[in-house]
């Protein structure tokens, strides 16, 4: 596989799987301005989705489109980070996956927006800009629910203690990424890792929230090692499509 | 007193004059103008579901990021319109509450399911169609907050309505299934939509008095008629068949005349008695539900965040 196809995949896959969680939450928010948020977030997420499978689809120079990418690909060939395809469960664990995600994604845009390739950088720069206004969103909420209530510290410290072992998958370094950074058209995830344990500090100071101990962590969505929910959502997600191939929507 | 506030208030009416939040107003006034704005509302609230059913599912990227910012739209304008009625002195929670016990309705049009993607065009085209043909008086309606949130409404809807036109072209000139999908939701979402104008003009209990007071411009029949009209040619450029043999053109009258309406399915659906009316409300109960423990905490937090600051500003002074 082209380790530039690959690493655009990484990205694309990202954005598509966490837009798809979000668009679930359309109509069932705790409050009508967190439905638009959540919605928009989603939105955003899908809009990223599109630019990045493109860009995939033309450097790998087989035909195929974001369509292609998105609907006619098995779990396997997904490279999303496990932490993506984390249920929705209820909002604090929504919000915590997409806090964790939106602290790496900050980091990852900013350096993406850098890049030798100028449509990798272009696609970074418009990214950045919606991926701060994410981390704002999802890290006043950290704050919110940790500092909150009695009901709201407990729930969303055990959605953190849920999902923290799934971050490490974010920071995944391999041959592709490294050959991505040395080549200057990427950013190794790696790298990320320093920026996001600081802006992590910064909430857990100000939500009262508290890092748990030591966390084993789970990988392998990068290799399309997954967990037993994305084959669900790529079941639900891509049914149209694959019962109508020869249709044009 | 009383005498000329009321003098006043039919003067501002007849020399069509907006009414604003501070104007004085008689209380039947104000209570249709709740009544309506908040079931408005509600519609707005509902209808995100039977069109978010299909989000997960939309069958291209492009059409999941438009149906989810359409959906979101639909968001906004619930949120235009509680704001709306918030200044008739009610408060979003309670109205809320009116839906969640059943007190309050919403549009029945929404009781129905969506079962197939062609549902999603049918619903802008149709159902968004016929919102605008009701809602677009509404611009000019005597309730200054009521008319000037309607107008962005507008504006979104008539957008609304032409992505759900473009699905069902798509749709109809697809292949041979994405064609009876087309076929299928245009029979079932075809007559539900000329029930969304409301009955009969001599059996609209409400609709005399809303007219005197320019909340309301047309008779719901006049309404109706027009969508017809308007509606007909679309089905007939998608190459779609409307469900209704006794349709026909009249070239006298230059409309068309169209069959029974079954009025008895609109006033079951209406009673709570359609196929999804439980479950839409259940669906929003257990989003509010669900919601509540988030809504807490963002209570205490703003109001612990005040106490802190205040405490910081008492240590500072």
Redesign the interface.
Known sequence: MDARFDYLLRLGDDA?IL??QL??W???????????AL??I??DQ??Q??AW?TLAGRIEGQGRD??RL??FRDQAEFRNALLCERPNG???DTIVRQFLFDTYAVGLHEGLSRSSDPEIAAIARKSAKESAYHLRHSRAWM???G???E??HA?VQQSLDDLLPYVGDLFHSDEATQNAAVEGWGVDPAELREGWEARFNEMLDESGLTCPESVPEQTGGRVGRHTEQLSFLLA??Q???RT?P???? | MEMDLLQRFEAYIASDKKIEPKDWMPDAYRKTLIRQISQHAHSE?VG??PE?NW???????????IL??K??DE??H??YL?SACETLGVQRDDTIADLHSGKAKYSSIFNYPTLN?ADIGAIGWLVDGAAIMNQVPLCKCSYGPYARAMVRVCKEESFHQRQGFQIMM?MAG??E??KAMAQDALNRWWWPSLMMFGPPDDDSPNSAQSMAWNIKRFSNDELREKFVDLTVPQADLLGLTIPDPDLKWNEETGHYEFGEIDWSEFKRVVSGHGPCNKERIE?RR???D????????????AE??AARRAAADTAAA
């Not at chain 1, 359309?26 to 409050?31: D, L, N, Q």
């Open positions: 598509l837009g798809q668009g679930l359309t109509g069932h928010g705790p409050a009508l301005e967190e439905d638009i919605t928009n989603g939105l899908i809009g989705a599109r499978l974001e369509d998105a609907y209820h909002f604090g704050v919110r629910l500092d909150g209530t009901e709201s729930k639900e997600m049914v149209l499509p109508y020869d249709a044009q929507w | 609230i995100m579901l978010g989000i997960s599912r939309a069958p291209s990227l492009k059409r999941k990021a989810m910012a959906v979101q968001a906004g619930g949120l509680y993607w798509t697809g292949t299934d994405q669906t257990t989003a509010w669900n919601g509540e423990w988030v809504r807490d905490a963002a209570n205490a937090h612990k965040r």
